[in-house]
């Protein structure tokens, strides 16, 4: 047996929930939903509940934390009006904001998240994404029973992703969400072939078009699909939904970092490839490791993660300009509603920076009053920025000068560690 057959087998057998956290998972789930239901009934309201997501699938990672999804798909006469119908019927749940609001309940290790979805009868008449999971599902469902294989390597797609921080379609992460990994590996069958054809893949040259229902004419996607939806590297067309690209979230820098991840476990295959590693263990080799940790005003998940990941962009290009950045590093930690800014810093040389032409007289004279060694150079002054400050003072600078900024972007706390 091949080298990474082995560890496939081992890594499938590592994944797979204990029997016991399964047991537990579908009695909660069970007990869960038909308590939904009663409740839902005794108030008369018109609406199915169903499970959604991995336990549904059978495409369950054994973790510390279990998420279970229960889609409450109500009657479209209720409209917009279904989140404030759910929170009424549900009882001790904590309320999460989104295009849609929804609610998530923690029993021991489990966190179920209920999500009101409208009731359709085709995909085109959703009104929100999550209205189009009751049909996700049944895809994916429909193909897992064709191919009863293709569960463990959802699992496997799904583990490495994550172990490579490139899993979630959230804004900060820009990556794979899970519906996508189904669909990919539905797509090419297993989990080497998936990422042996993500490892060769040239996104420079052409972006990769997956329409596997083929609900476009050959070589007519782009052209069809809205542009904002087909600027990402993959285009994986919805097969529920044509208008949908499942990859739409999915930026060329995680794809960049997934296809390297690719190449290596290939070139050299490991069981730590499915292991997701601390991003601190990355800057454990330089002693002078600069750790900024970061609160914001927005609430935790997607939308302060997003807030977050903006802000380090921001604070990356100021900081740019005063150092050389040997090495940066993001990371958004939901639970506690704090990201951390991981930074290897170095002196930068002398920048060359231009100034007036030398024909513009009073402009020079102030120039050079400014800079004392300033030197001419093509027709203009010029002269030599030191970058002598340290981060510290630095730092400090940046948070009296650039203070509206970051108010603006509703940072409530940046500290350094």
């Known amino acids: 047996m091949k080298e990474v057959d082995v560890i496939i087998k081992n890594q499938l057998e590592l994944i797979k929930p204990d029997k016991e956290d399964f047991d537990k998972i579908n009695d909660i789930s069970k007990k869960f939903l038909n308590e939904l239901k009663e409740k839902l009934k005794k108030k008369k309201i018109k609406a199915e509940v169903f499970i959604g997501g991995s336990l549904a699938k059978n495409t369950l990672v054994k973790k510390d934390i279990y998420d279970i999804d229960v889609f409450v798909r109500f009657d479209k006469s209720y409209g917009d009006k279904i989140s404030k119908m759910l929170e009424k019927v549900l009882k001790d749940v904590k309320k999460v904001h989104g295009s849609r609001d929804y609610y998530h309940k923690t029993i021991g290790n489990i966190i179920i998240e209920i999500i009101p ?30 191919n009863k294989k293709l569960a463990e390597e959802i699992s496997l797609a799904k583990t490495f992703a994550f172990a490579q921080n490139c899993y979630g379609a959230e804004s900060y992460i820009h990556g794979f969400s899970g519906y996508a990994l189904e669909l990919l590996i539905c797509h090419y069958g297993s989990f080497i072939k998936f990422i042996s054809e993500m490892a060769k893949l040239d996104i420079s040259k052409e972006k990769l078009i997956i329409d596997d229902e083929k609900l476009y004419p050959k070589d007519k996607v782009l052209e069809n699909l809205n542009k904002s939806k087909s600027i990402s590297p993959i285009i ?46 990355d800057f454990k080799k330089y002693s002078d490791v600069i750790i900024l940790e970061v609160k914001t005003k927005k609430q935790a998940g997607d939308i302060a993660g997003t807030k977050s990941k903006k802000f380090f962009r921001l604070f990356i290009s100021r900081l740019n300009k005063e150092f050389e950045i040997k090495k940066s590093g993001f990371n958004y930690f939901e639970e506690e509603n704090i990201a951390k800014f991981y930074l290897v810093l170095d002196k930068k040389k002398p920048t060359t920076v231009q100034g007036p032409p030398i024909n513009s007289k009073n402009n020079l004279s ?52």
Not at 126 to 146: E, G, Q
Not at 258 to 273: A, D, E, I, R, V
Request: proline residues 3%.
């Open 366 to 417: 102030r120039f050079k009053k400014k800079h004392p060694g300033m030197f001419i150079k093509k027709g203009f002054a010029h002269f030599k920025l030191k970058h002598e400050k340290s981060f510290e003072n630095w730092f400090k600078l940046f948070l009296k000068k650039d203070k509206k900024i970051i108010e603006d972007m509703n940072i409530d706390k940046l500290s350094r560690i």
């Open 117 to 146: 979805v409208i009731k359709v009868n085709k995909p085109d008449q959703a009104i929100n994404v999550t209205d189009l999971s009751y049909f996700h599902v049944n895809y994916i469902l429909n193909k897992l029973k064709r």
């Open 236 to 281: 994986l067309i919805d097969p529920t939904y044509k208008e949908r690209n499942s990859l739409s979230s999915l930026s060329n820098e995680t794809f960049y970092k997934f296809q390297n991840s690719c190449k290596m476990f290939l070139k050299k295959p490991g069981t730590k490839f499915f292991l997701r590693k601390d991003i601190e263990d």
